[in-house]
């Protein structure tokens, strides 16, 4: 299993990265019920900064956002748990097979793979997602010059890719440059 293919099934919900019930019983080779049974019957292992549920609104959005079969396979008085990284670690324990274990290994490696992009400012990938941003802020911009009215829609977009640019620039440290410096001493 390819660690592509684990990191296309995390998202980012109330600020954590997480995985969603129905994502991780297709990589267990499970049932979404039986995932969510196990869960209950060992619920005090999974606090919340393990495991959440999302409510209406997250959901319907993740459902807008993106095109997923569970919705039909899902109650729909149902909504998905989220598991954090340490919630996806005890899933294993609680699902007790070779398959759980083995599957956590690698979820646990997709997490930290993300985690080391995103701390790395200086990585390839990063340097490739600023370009592109700044790419898309310019083609937006460029789209509204000459119109004076844009949308509130579009003045959110906007703002956003500038935060996600200023969250991607490498930190600015003030310290005082180093060696002799005759200013100092007049």
Do not use: C
Request: glycine share 2%; aromatic share 8%.
């Amino acid at each position: 299993m390819k660690l592509q293919i684990i990191q296309s099934k995390i998202y980012e919900i109330r600020g954590q990265k997480v995985m969603l019930d129905f994502d991780l019983a297709e990589l267990y080779e499970t049932e979404t019920r039986i995932l969510n049974q196990a869960v209950k019957r060992n619920i005090d292992r999974f606090p919340e900064d393990f495991m959440f549920q999302l409510n209406e609104s997250e959901w319907e959005s993740m459902l807008s956002q993106f095109v997923m079969t569970s919705r039909t396979k899902r109650p729909k008085s149902s909504l998905p748990l989220a598991f954090t990284e340490y919630g996806v670690v005890m899933m294993s324990s609680v699902l007790r097979s070779n398959i759980a274990v083995s599957v956590s290994v690698l979820i646990v490696r997709a997490f930290i793979t993300l985690r080391r992009l995103i701390n790395t400012p200086h990585s390839d990938g990063n340097i490739r997602i600023t370009n592109e941003l700044k790419e898309l802020k310019e083609y937006v911009e460029e789209i509204f010059a000459d119109q004076n009215d844009i949308n509130e829609d579009t003045r959110i977009q906007l703002e956003l890719i500038n935060e996600t640019l200023a969250k991607l620039q490498p930190a600015k440290h003030n310290r005082p440059q180093i060696g002799f410096n005759s200013d100092r001493y007049k």
